[in-house]
């Protein structure tokens, strides 16, 4: 038996979701819906990018943009932003952040917050204006294609642009596979550090080459049934296949094909590529592919980069290039800098004037990393000085703090439903705390702490130095919000998920308990010795000591029920909360 989701999708999905959308807008928004179709239409909205929030603000949508492997051609950061500032306000201001933002995430695109469903027609006119769009953005589809954020502009080992494209135009806007089994994640990579982090994602292509009839041939090796959540992540497995840049496209989409017509559609739970990866092993895919997918002569696997990534790898900083913060050489001689966003959350005020600066000081280019920052490409050298000097620099600086540097948070109970705790506002605060508190050896460039709300982790809490996911604990008779703690995570060669090392910590222990375990590492590490690498020679019992949860000064938000600090919402819990007992929440729909 189908998913109910499964009969919501089958008589209206795809394309032809947005005529509806846009007549309910024309017909009076939210109230144009009938009540007892609230839940098919919303869950059909998805593929538009259109998320209802959560309980409480029903009548308000969050909007996810789509921008393959994250580049922002001239003009459209801008129009983003203005859009924000006109039409992605709340009720009342977020105490941290005020209100109009927008929100930078971790594959590369951009969320807007509290839209009202009447002004999405307007919206996307205004964006589509300059080539911004929504589609496919969410729902059980092909999601925002990862790459390189900096493929063409700096050193690439293989050409990646023309298939990331193709995917973006002609695999993602083919509305015939536009319903799948669910959400269904696809990057590649063309450089040799691993930026585009293909081991996470459902089908990944990486950098190989390969002697074929006496040439060595430059392409891609294939991976795939990577994914995060629900407290059972995955590393994708190799499929033993090695592809031409020309064919990379064949396969990706042959592998598109098998899951969207062999994928299961009962159980949700269990339907995510890296399940059906499992359930038919690489065997049988690579077979099948071979068999009724692909046209041409699939060839075994080449020789891999994986022994010199250092994208998020836990490596010391002198070994090669670890995110995308900073200033860096360009291939055709300019420069590009990368600027850190903590939380990846932007008034909409300060994306407008990071546009200008990537106007007056590059070509008005800007490119989003798959850790929630922006990159200004293409600035002369002789511009460099005065770019860094501008003093919106200071705010997203290209020179961070290592804790500012290492950072990503989700959204959080703020807008989500199945969240169990408020993420961007605290951890904005506890960067600000450890920056004062926390002394690290001064050649730690970088502790990357990732906060997830929940146990789908989109936070990728599970690939951090330090990975937090929201819980509920119990504190003085009182629930309050709390956080699960662990460490060890990181990708590259080898990926690993953290260990979790405390369980519940209440919200006001846990920048203590963090702090005495960087104590601990800045104490017991040995020379040049990162994060990753001292928790890897740490015992877990003598971790679990040296994180110790403490009350400190640190003055802890929200540490009742955060949904109700600011915003008017409804007086239930999230489901995530009111189940309190820590089950795996479902990945992002």
Same mark, same amino acid.
């Given at each position: 038996m189908v998913h109910k989701k499964e009969e919501q999708k089958e008589d209206c999905y795809g394309d032809e979701v947005r005529e509806h959308i846009e007549r309910f807008a024309e017909n009076g928004g939210f109230e144009a819906i009938p009540d007892d179709e609230v839940d098919t239409w919303t869950t059909r909205f998805k593929f538009w990018g259109v998320f209802q929030q959560r309980s409480g603000q029903e009548e308000y949508f969050m909007m996810r943009l789509t921008n393959a492997s994250g580049i922002l051609e001239p003009g459209q950061l801008r129009r983003i932003g203005e859009v924000a500032k006109e039409y992605a306000k709340g009720p009342v201001e977020n105490p941290e952040f005020g209100n109009g933002w927008i929100d930078l995430t971790t594959r590369q695109s951009v969320q807007l917050h509290?839209? +009202?469903?009447?002004?999405?027609?307007? &919206?996307?006119?205004?964006?589509?204006?300059?080539?911004? $769009?929504?589609?496919?953005?969410?729902?059980?589809?092909?999601?925002?294609?990862?790459?390189?954020?900096? $493929? =063409?502009?700096?050193?690439?080992?293989?050409?990646?642009?023309?298939?990331?494209?193709?995917?973006?135009?002609?695999? @993602?806007?083919?509305?015939?596979?536009?319903?799948?089994?669910?959400?269904f994640n696809i990057s590649a990579s063309g450089c040799t550090v691993g930026c585009a982090q293909d081991s996470l994602n459902d089908i990944g292509f990486e950098p190989a080459t390969k002697e074929v009839d006496g040439e060595e041939v430059r392409g891609f090796n294939v991976c795939i049934g990577g994914g995060l959540g629900g407290r059972q992540p995955r590393a994708a497995t190799p499929l033993d296949v090695f592809v031409r840049p020309e064919n990379g496209y064949e396969v990706g989409r042959g592998f598109v094909e098998l899951y969207h017509d062999y994928g299961n559609r009962q159980n949700r739970s269990k339907n995510r590529a890296r399940f059906f990866a499992e359930d038919w092993g690489m065997e049988k895919i690579r077979e099948t592919l071979q068999e009724e997918y692909v046209d041409f002569e699939m060839l075994r696997a080449g020789e891999d980069f994986r022994e010199e990534y250092t994208y998020n790898a836990g490596?010391?900083?002198?070994?090669?290039? $670890?995110?995308?913060? =900073?200033?860096?050489?360009?291939?055709?001689?300019?420069?590009?800098?990368?600027?850190?966003?903590?939380?990846?959350?932007?008034?909409?005020?300060?994306? &407008?004037?990071?546009?200008?600066?990537?106007?007056?000081?590059?070509?008005?280019?800007?490119?989003?990393?798959?850790?929630?920052?922006?990159? &200004?490409?293409?600035?002369?050298?002789?511009?460099?000085?005065?770019?860094l000097a501008e003093p919106?620099?200071?705010?997203?600086?290209?020179?961070?703090?290592?804790?500012?540097? =290492?950072?990503?948070?989700?959204? =959080?109970?703020?807008? *989500?439903?199945?969240?169990?705790?408020?993420?961007?506002? @605290?951890?904005?605060?506890?960067?600000?705390?450890?920056?004062?508190?926390?002394?690290?050896?001064?050649?730690?460039?970088?502790? +990357?702490? $990732?906060?997830?709300?929940?146990?789908?982790? *989109?936070?990728?809490?599970?690939?951090a130095d330090i990975g937090l996911q929201g819980m509920r604990a119990r504190k003085d008779g009182e629930m309050v919000e709390a956080f699960d703690i662990g460490v060890g995570g990181g990708v590259g060669e080898d990926p690993s998920f953290i260990d979790w090392i405390q369980q519940r910590v209440p919200a006001d222990e846990a920048p203590g308990a963090i702090r005495n375990l960087l104590e601990a590492y800045a104490a017991h590490r040995s020379d040049g010795q990162t994060f990753r690498e001292w928790v890897e020679a740490t015992g877990e019992e003598q971790l679990i000591e040296f994180c110790e949860p403490e009350e400190t000064d640190f003055e802890a938000p929200y540490m009742g029920d955060a949904k109700q600090s600011w915003y008017p919402f409804a007086e239930s819990e999230s489901a995530a909360a009111a189940a309190g007992d820590g089950a795996a929440a479902p990945s992002d729909d």
């Open positions: 509290w839209l +009202k469903l009447e002004d999405i027609p307007e &919206i996307w006119e205004l964006l589509e204006e300059v080539g911004v $769009h929504s589609r496919s953005a969410g729902g059980d589809t092909m999601r925002n294609i990862s790459g390189c954020p900096l $493929h =063409g502009k700096a050193e690439e080992f293989v050409e990646v642009g023309p298939l990331l494209e193709r995917f973006e135009e002609d695999l @993602r806007k083919d509305d015939a596979l536009a319903n799948m089994p669910r959400k490596r010391p900083v002198e070994e090669g290039q $670890h995110d995308h913060v =900073g200033v860096g050489d360009q291939t055709d001689g300019r420069n590009y800098v990368g600027l850190s966003v903590p939380v990846g959350r932007l008034p909409a005020e300060d994306a &407008i004037e990071l546009a200008d600066l990537a106007d007056e000081y590059g070509s008005g280019e800007v490119r989003l990393t798959r850790r929630q920052n922006p990159v &200004i490409v293409d600035v002369a050298d002789e511009d460099l000085e005065g770019l919106i620099l200071e705010e997203y600086p290209a020179e961070p703090s290592p804790f500012e540097r =290492g950072t990503m948070a989700c959204t =959080g109970t703020e807008f *989500c439903s199945i969240a169990l705790t408020e993420t961007k506002g @605290r951890m904005a605060r506890m960067l600000r705390w450890f920056n004062k508190n926390v002394d690290l050896p001064e050649d730690v460039g970088k502790i +990357k702490m $990732h906060y997830s709300g929940c146990t789908a982790d *989109c936070g990728q809490a599970m690939t």
